[in-house]
């Protein structure tokens, strides 16, 4: 069964660093690309950035260019999202999301991760 | 950037009632469509794709219609698991988009 599990979210100060992981399980990891998406409390869904299957290519949102980077290690089948810099507009869940064909950068996400909730505050 | 607008933000429905959901983009995207289930609390689901293929183990009371600018999403006999908010979301170009959600709450 596809599963993936995120973690690392917590309370953190503006500017200060937060670095989420997302394990995966059930499927080969090194054959699919892996989103970020965020959902700030009571709001609704914004996609953050991507990470190709091989890590060749990534892609971000604008709001986040220069302060996050997307990774991943096939070998620990684990995605990376390190957050730098963060400000207040940064507060929300973080989802890992699996793009639902092989080698396919985009297409439908599928499945979601459970989320894990960041916090910028002071 | 893609601007989606998404229609109605709010629905109200009853248990059997058949429902449709709208969302426009600013610009032709093709079929390059999905849209989402979110349940209170829980992680958003895939529901179709293509903006008209049914995802797997999802119920056929789903069905997604449209290209170009315009689509569709109607279910067909709301059933209590789906009085949820559901989202569009286009992956034509970077970066992809989501519209801005819409609620189904029980009448």
């Known amino acids: 069964q596809v599963h993936l599990v995120e973690s690392g979210g917590g309370v953190v100060q503006p500017g200060r660093s937060l670095r989420l992981s997302c394990a995966a399980s059930g499927f080969t990891f090194s054959s699919y690309g892996i989103h970020w998406v965020r959902q700030a409390p009571g709001k609704g869904l914004e996609w953050v950035a991507v990470?190709?299957?091989?890590?060749?290519?990534?892609y971000y949102i604008d709001s986040v260019k220069g302060r996050f980077t997307i990774s991943r290690d096939s070998s620990k089948n684990t995605l990376y999202l390190q957050m730098n810099s963060l400000r207040a507009e940064d507060t929300a869940v973080y989802y890992c999301a699996k793009s639902m064909s092989p080698r396919r950068l985009v297409e439908g996400f599928d499945p979601w991760g459970q989320g894990t909730l960041v916090t910028v505050s002071s | 950037v893609i601007w989606m607008t998404q229609s109605p933000s709010l629905l109200s429905a009853s248990p059997g009632d058949r429902v449709i959901i709208s969302c426009r983009m600013s610009?032709?995207?093709?079929?390059?469509l999905a849209w989402y289930r979110q349940k209170p609390g829980k992680a958003p689901e895939l529901l179709i794709y293509?903006?008209?293929t049914l995802q797997s183990g999802v119920p056929s009371r789903f069905s997604g219609s449209g290209s170009g600018t315009g689509f569709t999403l109607t279910i067909s006999g709301l059933q209590s698991e789906d009085f949820a908010t559901y989202y569009c979301?286009?992956?034509?170009?970077?970066?992809?988009?989501f519209g801005g959600g819409t609620k189904v709450e029980i009448k």
């Open positions: 979301q286009q992956y034509y170009t970077f970066p992809l988009t």
């Open positions: 293509g903006a008209s």
């Open positions: 990470i190709s299957y091989d890590g060749s290519n990534k």
């Open positions: 610009q032709d995207i093709s079929t390059y």
